[in-house]
């Protein structure tokens, strides 16, 4: 078993053996030990917790199906009328999902294949585009954010993250004129929508499997991260510029070696150092106002015990994305808020340096 390790693998538990194993080659590992994006500041402190402390995959409130029904499913049924509104659509996609992981279902895949990977990774960003997903990046997995070691359902090391939109209009009525609840139509139309994406990668040639969003077995923030598509915000999830907050991320995992995109500073951290308004608006006070370190990393980590209590009994609450200025009034409005100066990350830019320092001045 050792001689099968890479250096970059994880040391993972075995329930069935009782014997510790490896992972495969942990690809996505170099990304986020040199992206300063995702704040780690002491990587050997953040490889031992995945180690001995793999995150979970759901938080215990939302751990068993049963559990599920009891907290959200009054709430669906004031709202929709049906307490399994969502629920069956979620759990239908999930079955999907985890028959495709297990190779119980083995799709059809085209015998001709694509074999210019850019047009490849247009064409899917195109048709991700028809879908109402306005975001997509490409990175590797990182095996650290594999929840509850399943390296097992996780064949492929080529993730593509997509970035589904809700819709402007619907986080707008949050709270006062609540017409639908926005995160699980995201869920549900996300995980509909991954499903045809899939679809169409098998038409190119390609194998893939779905991750629906409504699924903690791979974190999705920090993939969005390493692939350029946005930054963190306060409150710990992945902020992108053509939908702010208003969306619940879907990925895929591809056994394609598509041409990958690079973490970018999108200057969002500068804005929202001068904000903070979700978490001066979170009724169930469950965002924190500063920097703490966990796991290795300096983050801002929301309680989820207080968010998920909010969640269930104020309708989805939301107050967060309703507030959030990359969501309502858009990215571009909240940069040209800020101090020309602060708008450029000067270590990686090729700008005027001088014009800038001069622009400063007559702020």
Known sequence: MVEEAHETSITRWDPDTSLWKFSPQNHGKEITDNNPYVNIVDIGE???MSTLYPYPTYPKLMASEESFKRYFGPM??????DPFHYMGSIKKGKEIQNKLASGEIVPKVSKEREED???LKMEIKSYARELNMPAMGVTKVDRRYISDEKDHLVPYDTIIIFAPEMPLENVKGIPNNIKTLSAFDSYREGGENILKIADFIRSKGYRCLPRMSFDGEIKLPPHAVNAGMGNYSTYGI????????RSKLVALLIDAE???????DWNIEEFCSRCRMCQKSCPGGSIPKEEKRFRGALKRQADYHRCLEQMTTSKECMRCVRVCPFSIIGYEKCMDSLPHYYRYNLERDKINKLKLLKMKECE
């Open 238 to 245: 992945c902020i992108i510029p053509e939908v702010g907050t």
């Open 117 to 119: 990977l850019l047009k």
């Open 46 to 48: 953040f490889d031992k």
């Open 258 to 264: 598509l041409p990958l995109d690079d973490p970018r």
């Open 76 to 81: 669906h049924a004031e709202v929709k009328g």
